[in-house]
């Protein structure tokens, strides 16, 4: 079956309140249910955007950005890239986690430099390389 990668952006409506837990749940629900539809992929994260990557069958990612786009937990979704692909680029997660904080800082400073996530300005490509970077240096759980 052909595969596609999707990558998008969305407004984090988890709030500042438990976030921590928050994030811990959708990431609990993300890798179980991607494990079950054979979907991977990366996402990172600040106080106001996800940003994430989807690998897997074309109509299992389709249905899994509907979901996303049905969930309170994001607004405004938007894609920025939706391409066939011959073979995952994040095959070793059912979804990969990284968060924008002191240490990761750096990582996000170099493909952004306004100071913060602006995924209005992303290129798919910014993205997989932030990703890759963050997985590499160990801060991709």
């Not at 997660?93 to 904080?101: D, I, K, P, T, Y």
């Amino acid at each position: 079956m052909p595969l596609i990668r999707i990558v998008y952006f969305s407004e984090n409506r988890l709030g500042l309140v438990r976030r921590h837990s928050k994030i811990a749940e959708l990431q609990a629900v993300a890798i179980a249910r991607n494990g079950e539809n054979e979907i991977t992929g990366a996402l990172v994260y600040d106080d106001e955007w996800f940003v994430q990557v989807l690998e897997g069958e074309a109509q299992m990612v389709e249905a899994t950005m509907q979901r996303i786009a049905k969930d309170p937990r994001h607004a405004n979704v938007a894609v920025i890239s939706r391409k066939p692909i011959s073979e995952r680029r994040f095959g070793k997660w059912s979804m990969g986690f990284a968060e924008r904080n002191p240490r990761t800082e750096v990582y996000f400073g170099e493909h952004w430099f306004n100071g913060g996530m602006n995924p209005h300005d992303m290129k798919d490509g910014d993205v997989l390389n932030l990703m890759d970077r963050l997985a590499k240096d160990g801060f991709m759980h």
